[in-house]
């Protein structure tokens, strides 16, 4: 697949860390241990990397992932990072609590990380393995669960294998995960902190320190106190970086003063063009793509462009989530998610 070849069982011993780090720094995918469950690690800031792990996992979409690290003051040089955020993190981390901020200026983590949003989840897990790993790689490191989408959250470095063999370069063996539920997520990225999804922290135990936390609805609607029902539509929370210049999907023809976001050989007539991929690589392209559509955007207003084109990219393996994620770039705006 990723030609990953074998997929190697590691030891959690001193060289089985070593060689669980050296891989994740040459940019190949790891799964480690956490104390909620396994999760599918890869070098953040590593674009192609965290292509690798979407295609690992069969995601016909971009969800933005959780980045690890093994201190807080490593996790919040990579976000902007306020009072509540450092309670937080004095009080629960190590730990299964994940907090969603804005991203820091110089954020060196991969855009597709955050699915093209401006936030970017971090977490500092408690599990010894995870945290010499984390220490040793000295990268940020994604990692969501390490299934197969759709797959049940694996627990046990055999869970993991039965997913994933082939497909991953290593399993590192950090024995049984003791929570067994993955980490709950906090977004501090707005005035109220909202819970995204219950999980290891219970929710009384944040409110117990920070106060009232609101929570989305069934509906999908932030709730609770503090909370105007409908100031800020589920659209709005996980709402996508929308280029300002109109998108065109699957176009033949470039129309005048259109930029082009192209896959392959590129077609004539463009004011500018981004190359996704010269080759036709999926995993290449959807490494490029959030820097493309916002590169592509910005030098776009500059040169007057009306909008941007973009060539058919195939909607197969990782295809799919790149046209997912064009689709709602080009639909009307205000329906895109
Ligand atoms: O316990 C856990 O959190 C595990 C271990 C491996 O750390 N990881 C995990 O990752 O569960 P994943 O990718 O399966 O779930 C990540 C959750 C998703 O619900 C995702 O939507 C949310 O976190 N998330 C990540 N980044 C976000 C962001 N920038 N804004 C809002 N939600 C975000
Ligand atoms: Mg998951």
Known sequence: ?????????LRPDGMGLARAAALLRAGRLVA????????????????????GIYEAK?????????????????????????????????????GPLTLVLRRAAACPVSLLASAGLETLAVR?????????????????????????????SPTTAAHVMAELEGRIAAVLDSGRSAVGLESTVLD????????????????????????PVGRISA???????????????????????????PVRVNVTEVAPNEMLLAFGPPLDGALTVYQLSETGDLRQAA???????????????RQGARGIAVMTVPAEGLGLAINDRLIRAAAPRGKAE
């Open 1 to 9: 697949m990723s030609g990953a070849g074998p997929t190697e069982m």
């Open 32 to 51: 480690f241990g956490t104390e909620t469950v396994y999760g599918l690690g890869g070098d953040a800031t590593n674009p192609e990397a965290v292509a």
């Open 58 to 94: 069969g995601r016909p979409r971009f969800n933005p992932l959780i980045s690890h690290y093994p201190t807080a003051e490593a996790a919040f040089r990579d976000v902007r990072a306020g009072e509540l955020a450092r309670k937080l993190a004095e009080a629960f981390w190590p």
């Open 124 to 152: 500092v897990p408690s599990h010894p393995v995870a945290r010499a790993l984390l220490a040793e790689a000295g990268i940020a490191v994604v990692a969501p669960s390490a299934n197969r989408s759709g797959g049940i």
């Open 188 to 211: 501090l990225s707005s005035e109220t902190p909202v819970l995204l999804r219950p999980g290891g922290v219970a929710l009384e135990e944040l409110e117990r320190l920070i106060g």
């Open 219 to 245: 509906a999908g609607i932030p709730t609770g106190p503090g909370q105007h029902p409908g100031l800020r539509s589920p659209g709005l929370l996980l709402s996508h970086y929308a280029p300002t210049l």
């Open 287 to 301: 490494a490029r793509l959030f820097e493309g559509l916002r590169w592509l955007d910005g030098v776009g207003l």
